[in-house]
């Protein structure tokens, strides 16, 4: 369990919600509609847990498009902060560098 995913998902149920600038480059590069990521995020699953990144702490959840593609998305709340939850970053993952459910880096 985390700490950080159970606040995000929080955050995300009362619509206190941000894309970065990166997050919006990549989901668009990824062909992936935020609808989507907003959607699937209760359904979520833990792949990496940051709870002391420097920038805040974030978590990278392994969550389903509209499709039922696979997609991860890098959840964060600001360093220092309570609110929004942040789209750090989202991508369709390569199969390529994770393992075939998704959740682990190959070695």
């Known amino acids: 369990m985390s700490e950080t995913f159970e606040k995000i998902k929080k955050l995300v149920e009362r619509s206190e919600i941000k894309i ?21 995020v209760n359904n979520g699953m833990i ?41 750090v970053t989202a991508y369709k993952p390569d199969a390529n560098i994770w393992t075939n459910n998704f959740t682990r880096r190959q070695k």
């Open 20 to 40: 970065s600038n990166h997050g919006y480059d990549e989901i668009i590069s990824d062909n992936i509609f935020v609808k989507d990521i907003i959607a699937g």
């Open 47 to 87: 792949v990496e847990d940051y709870p002391k990144y420097a920038k805040g702490p974030c978590v990278l959840i392994l969550q389903k498009d509209g499709d039922e593609n696979p997609i991860h998305v890098v959840w964060g709340i600001p360093k220092g902060a309570s609110s929004p939850a942040v789209i």
